[in-house]
């Protein structure tokens, strides 16, 4: 039997075609994309001067000459000063991959992204810093080696625009009221005290995972230390789930925030393992062939490690 | 330079990064997926039993037991009566394909979407009939032999609906006034007395064409023989277009419509040169790296015949 399900707030419907279930495994990619040599990697240490250079740098403090590297994308979508685009990559390691970073990488790469979101929102003009992952060649990735963008929009972008029109006619915010109704719920894959990670009950793909924090913040700047310390652990572990449960597939990953207004910062995570085809495009509804709850049901016995 | 170019009329945006213009060729995949065998194939005729029984056949009078044939999709997305899903299998041809098809195939493949159509827009609770096609396994296809999905819903689909909480409010419909705008212009590809098919100002993928009536009508069952007979010719000649230019691509297209409420018939279509990533999961916002002008002129000039 399938099942229509409406968004948490917004007009938006998935659709859930449990008669096609399906397991993990039936997701898994064969095709794993190119994985290149250190060699001729622009984006690995040595090889600096293949790529622009640097807006910043971060070090844990090794000896490594960096180890989270800032630096103006070579094809940028926008031109300065109306707009920014960034590359950060992740590690000066080839292979390396946010869930298998330890806790000082995992805190770096979240430390980057807080700067450098922070860096272009002051800028002039700015009404909006998308940070994201696009991770493996079906998820958009051009080049292997671990590493995320920064664009900085002169407009508030339609997604956002479409959920704050809403929230500014609701008396609370409705992700405070998704994270009191998830908790505790089958859809939760993780929980601690500062966050919730779970498989959202209105999802646009199989395995789709929210995180989200209990304390309202608009943005990633406003994370104290609590949150921080305990966010990179639930999002490494998060990340590390789905390698293991999908064989490493491919996905995105992106953080929802705004700069003034008020909001509640969440990141969700995408794996590639289905196709946004001609249905979805007409309507705008998305079809999902794995129920939330067994996604999240997968995804908790994948690992018992926190 | 790049451009931000806003929608025509929704609050909608896409990002014109022209530095990272590139020829159609550019686009050409070498990974053509899986061209099955006729022998195997569910779709091909001979193998009925593999199917469904059919719910309609459609025959060119030639003798052959059908040419086009309609079932229930084996693996339904809704389940009846609260949502309908059936394949129309286009062609007995295992290696057909609309852009290659005779003015007598074109002509029944759209009278049977005409006829499907209003059969499903007819039945009690149903809201929208979303006729698409997955073409080529990037765009979603499982199945090689030609084939198109109608799924018949019990509620308005955001995508419709967002366009036409704006169109209600508007004292024209602003498709007739695309096409004015788009008449004679730049992003025309072809147009005749009673169509349209163009480039958009507003694209979401490269090479994105739409195909409009110059006549106000909301669905397809309102098409008059005068339109039919020139939709047909133009409908193939696009598609014929982007299978010489792109080699071949895989693509997706659909029609706008609704069934009672006023909205302005149109047909898109949507090749899968590109990869939505982070940042259009992020913010709704497309980057494009074809100017739609540079595209128009490509496929305009691709071939000289009708």
Request: charge should be neutral; charged fraction near 25%; include cysteine.
């Amino acid at each position: 039997m399938s099942e229509i399900r409406r968004h948490y707030f917004l007009n938006e419907y998935c659709i859930v075609a449990s008669g096609r279930k399906r397991r993990p495994h039936d997701f898994v990619k064969k095709d794993k994309g190119i994985r290149t040599s250190a060699k001729d990697c622009p984006f690995c240490p040595g090889n600096e001067s293949m790529t622009p250079p640097e807006n910043a740098v971060y070090r844990l403090g090794s000896g490594r000459p960096w180890d989270v590297r800032c630096f103006d994308n070579l094809y940028p979508a926008l031109n300065k000063p109306h707009g920014y685009h960034e590359v950060i990559v992740d590690t000066p390691v080839h292979d390396g991959s946010p869930a298998g970073f330890s806790d000082e990488e995992m805190n770096l790469m979240v430390e980057a992204y807080r700067d450098r979101f922070d860096f272009y929102a002051r800028k002039e003009g700015i009404s909006y810093v998308s940070i994201f992952k696009n991770h493996g060649r079906e998820a958009g990735a051009s080049i292997y080696h671990s590493h995320t963008q920064l664009i900085a929009l002169p407009l508030m972008p339609p997604e956002i625009e479409r959920e704050r029109s809403i929230i500014k006619r609701l008396d609370r915010c409705p992700y405070c009221s998704i994270v009191d109704q998830e908790s505790g719920s089958d859809r939760v894959i993780l929980e601690n005290r500062e966050w919730i990670a779970f498989s959202p009950f209105y999802s646009q793909v199989p395995f789709e995972v929210w995180i989200l924090p209990r304390r309202h913040i608009n943005n990633i700047t406003y994370m104290d230390q609590a949150q921080t310390s305990s966010f990179i652990r639930i999002f490494r572990d998060i990340l590390s789930r789905l390698r293991d449960a999908l064989e490493d597939p491919a996905y995105n990953y992106h953080f929802m925030q705004t700069i003034g207004e008020d909001y509640h910062l969440n990141i969700r995570i995408l794996p590639r393992t289905s196709i946004r085809a001609g249905f979805e495009l007409n309507t705008g509804v998305y079809i999902i062939t794995v129920p939330p709850e067994d996604a999240a049901s997968f995804l908790r016995e994948v690992r018992g490690i926190r």
